[in-house]
């Protein structure tokens, strides 16, 4: 079992930088892929990025690439998103998700990120 409690989301101007975290519990942290996902209003949730449980492998969804980077710290038990450049239509609300097979099993219960143009 593994439980997330993301941070970091706020209100920021187009072209600014925010920097989620996600903490996770449970001692496991270190075996499991973590992702990041967003939603927006009307929308369907749609994937963002994802990191190798060793932290070596990246990957993010064509709309962020370039802009958003994913990391985590396992000592800490902690995944991060660093967005930059950010646009009106990054606003969402962020979920950070942590799987330990191939689909993602947990979920945070999100933080809001708002852009305003």
């Known amino acids: 079992q593994v439980q997330l409690v993301e941070s970091g989301g706020g209100l920021v101007q187009a072209g600014g930088s925010l920097r989620l975290s996600c903490a996770a519990s449970g001692r496991t942290f270190s075996s499991y892929t973590m992702g990041w996902f967003r939603q927006a209003p009307g929308k369907e949730r749609e994937f963002v990025a994802r990191i190798s449980w060793t932290g070596a492998g990246t990957y993010y969804a064509n709309s962020v690439k370039g802009r958003f980077s994913i990391s985590r710290d396992n000592a800490k038990n902690t995944v991060f998103l660093q967005m930059n450049s950010l646009k009106p239509e990054d606003t969402a609300v962020y979920y950070c998700?942590?799987?330990?097979?191939?689909?993602?099993?947990?979920w945070g219960q999100g933080t809001q990120v708002t852009v305003s143009s």
């Open positions: 998700a942590a799987a330990s097979t191939a689909r993602f099993d947990y």
